[in-house]
């Protein structure tokens, strides 16, 4: 009997899901999201990415507009931009499950290439009906689990054939600028890469848009079309991100994640916490404990 994506996913997320819901594979930037309940708002920056509900359904919200999903749906992000998100409806009886994919910019422009497509310019986060063949390629995908052997002669094909049903199919239109590697999504998807490994340090603009090969003026004006904020915006929002990851994953004191993430003043990290969640760090980390 052949076993559904959605067995599987949850097969390999109730053995293996951490403390946020997220349970990795082998494969790489696959991974299977479980959540038991309704959630707090999470915020994130997120990277170019597909995720397929397979059951429950989720809340996602971008620039100020809401992007419902559930079973049978897909979320894709096609930049890197800052995101929020809640679970709408999950319980330990039914739980939300979905399977997650870290897009390839690489593995799309060798794609894109081969096939020849052209260019498409739609909004960075869309909602579309789960493409049958990417949900096949993802189920075979799973399948492999627990099987060495197979993953490290077929995993690598199969994520091949994962990324050529997204771009070939209806997802495509979506995600054909990550294919090419001159686009404007590609350049700033560079200077984003400076950002996201350097994010603790000062970064100059006309840093930044050298690695982006555009002028100052013009590497502002297509950042901000792609990810929404200006670059010193995206990059208070990457430490403030890692800065509450610290603290609520590994402990970190207060001072300790604001110093580690580049804020020289404490008062100063505090007061931009609170804008960005809604409630200073002390206050913060205490309703998240007490949530989970």
Avoid at 126 to 150: F, K, T, Y
Avoid at 153 to 161: M, P, Q, S, Y
Avoid at 195 to 218: F, K, N, Q, T
Wanted: proline share 6%; hydrophobic share 45%.
């Amino acid at each position: 009997m052949t076993r559904s994506l959605l067995d599987l996913a949850r097969s390999h997320a109730d053995a293996n899901a951490g403390p946020f819901g997220y349970a990795p594979t082998p494969f790489r930037g696959l991974g299977v999201v479980r959540q038991l309940r309704p959630g707090e708002l999470q915020v994130q920056v997120q990277k170019p990415l597909i995720a397929i509900c397979l059951q429950g359904r989720k809340r996602v919200t971008m620039a100020g507009r809401d992007f419902d999903y559930g079973a049978g749906e897909a979320l894709l992000i096609t930049a890197d931009v800052p995101t929020t998100s809640r679970i709408l409806e999950a319980s330990p009886a039914a739980p939300y499950y979905a399977v997650a994919l870290e897009l390839d910019p690489a593995l799309l422009r060798s794609l894109a290439a081969e096939a020849d497509l052209a260019a498409a310019s739609p909004g960075p986060v869309r909602i579309e009906a789960a493409d049958p063949d990417v949900m096949d390629a993802a189920r075979r995908l799973l399948r492999l689990l627990g099987q060495p052997g197979a993953q490290a002669v077929l995993g690598d094909a199969l994520l091949r054939e994962m990324h050529y049903w997204l771009l070939t199919g209806h997802h495509g239109p979506a995600i054909r600028n990550l294919g090419l590697a001159d686009s404007h999504a590609a350049r700033i998807a560079r200077a984003v890469a400076v950002i996201r490994r350097d994010y603790a340090r000062a970064l100059r603009i006309e840093e930044l848009a050298e690695v982006a090969g555009m002028s100052e003026s013009s590497f502002h004006q297509h950042f901000r079309a792609v990810t929404t904020l200006s670059p010193l915006q995206f990059q208070k929002q990457l430490r403030l991100v890692e800065a509450r990851r610290q603290m609520l994953a590994d402990g970190a004191a207060i001072g300790h994640a604001a110093h580690a993430v580049g804020y020289e003043s404490v008062p100063q990290f505090t007061r931009d916490y609170a804008r960005m969640f809604g409630a200073p760090p002390g206050r913060d980390m205490r309703e998240a404990r007490l949530s989970a």
